[in-house]
């Protein structure tokens, strides 16, 4: 008798060359006009496709076009798959009685559906199914809610094509980051912070995650040195005190 096969798995992929930043100063076009400038730092001839995942903020999103407009690059947009599910699965239990396994297999079906690139005719299918049920406004509320997000964010459903290239659809990357970078020291236990402090932790954060740090340290010494030294004995003379 041959023993069972061990199926092959293969390595789970790392997110490589990170670079992380934060504000709770900077308003959204700042931060994402800082994003566009590392890319462009990285990409100075716009050689390689630029991918903005995005968590569907209508703000983040009308930003970031604005930004790659002003830039003259193209950059392909893409929502977070893991939020459709969460609109998918508002939407299931219009349908389905609380943990009823149907609810699960409907979801499995939608969510398919749109990875395939038919975010509109799983929009007018949730729609459809409320109105054939004849649920009340109320109790239809999150199925209208699901079919109103598909249709507003088709343009950056398209799963296909995010597929077909490699690209993330997923912001577990981004999530992770935020939660090292932000709230395992922000959200720590008695913490208070006002706004310049917490500003300051997260850029300091941020340059020795980015492995910026030393670099940083070396400029900071030399623009002190610069203030209170150069400056002040230019060409040999000490200024007198006043």
Same mark, same amino acid.
């Given at each position: 008798m041959l023993a069972p096969t061990k199926e092959k798995v293969l390595p789970v992929p790392k997110a490589k060359h990170k670079w992380l930043t934060a504000s709770v100063v900077e308003d959204a076009a700042t931060v994402v006009s800082d994003i566009f400038d590392e890319a462009q730092r990285r990409d100075p001839v716009h050689q390689r /496709?630029? !991918?903005?995942l995005v968590d569907g903020n209508n703000? /983040? =999103?009308?930003? =970031?076009k604005q930004e790659a407009k002003t830039r003259k690059v193209k950059v392909a947009i893409v929502v977070d798959v893991v939020h459709v599910l969460e609109y998918l699965w508002g939407?299931?239990?219009?349908? %389905?009685?609380?943990?009823?396994?149907?609810? $699960?297999?409907? !979801? %499995? $079906? @939608?969510? +398919?559906a749109i990875l395939e690139g038919k975010a509109g005719i799983v929009a007018a299918a949730i729609r459809r @199914?409320?109105? +054939? +049920?004849? &649920?009340? $406004?109320d109790k239809r509320a999150k199925a209208d809610r699901a079919a109103d997000y598909l249709l507003n964010k088709r343009?950056? +459903?398209?799963?296909p094509t995010a597929l077909q290239n490699g690209w993330p659809i997923a912001t577990g990357v981004i999530e992770g980051a935020c939660r090292h970078l932000v709230k395992d020291r922000l959200d720590i236990t008695g913490a208070r912070w006002g706004l310049q402090?917490? $500003?300051? =932790? &997260? @850029? &300091?954060?941020?340059l020795i995650s980015n492995s910026d740090f030393n670099a940083y340290w070396d400029y900071h010494l030399? /623009?002190?040195?610069?203030?209170? %030294?150069?400056?002040?004995y230019a060409n040999g003379v000490i200024p007198r005190e006043a």
């Open positions: /496709q630029w !991918v903005a703000h /983040q =999103i009308d930003r =970031i939407a299931a239990w219009c349908f %389905h009685q609380e943990s009823d396994p149907a609810a $699960e297999q409907w !979801v %499995h $079906e @939608k969510a +398919l @199914k409320a109105t +054939l +049920l004849r &649920l009340p $406004e343009p950056y +459903l398209d799963y402090g917490a $500003e300051a =932790i &997260l @850029k &300091l954060r941020a030399a /623009q002190e040195r610069h203030r209170h %030294h150069d400056r002040r």
